[in-house]
């Protein structure tokens, strides 16, 4: 991983791997008390800003979306993700990792995605208890 623009070293963090970078506006969706604070923290290290919530009026660089299971229809959720979104954006869906409480299959996430007119490109480990799964608006 090659170091990003002026960012210190020791920015080889979760926020680092998953490309945020000073100055992008990142709206959180799906907040709960079992999403991870380290993550967020190390995110608003990264980009500079505070995360912001749905209907703030910004358009979003970057959607982070908190999903679990029983929050009910990932469709909807990732339709709703991309309204705020500007060109070229991308939303990162956040899952539980497979046996925690809340996983969510991938052929799920995959299906939802493709559905909301998004594509799945990249599954990472981001923290002990979360996945993330980068979408992106398809080229062309």
Sequence with gaps: MGQTGGLPAQDNGPASRMGFRPGQVVQELGWDEDCDDDLRIDIEDATGGELIDQGSGEVADVVLQWWRDEDGDLTDAL??????????????LLTP????????????????????????????????????TKLVAPKG
């Design 79 to 92: 339709v709703d993700a991309i309204t705020e979104l500007a060109p070229g954006g991308v939303v990162w």
């Design 97 to 132: 990792k497979v046996g925690r409480d809340g996983y969510v299959d991938p052929s799920d996430v995959a299906d939802a995605a493709l559905t909301a007119g998004l594509s799945t490109t990249t599954t990472v480990s981001v923290t002990e208890e979360w996945s993330g």
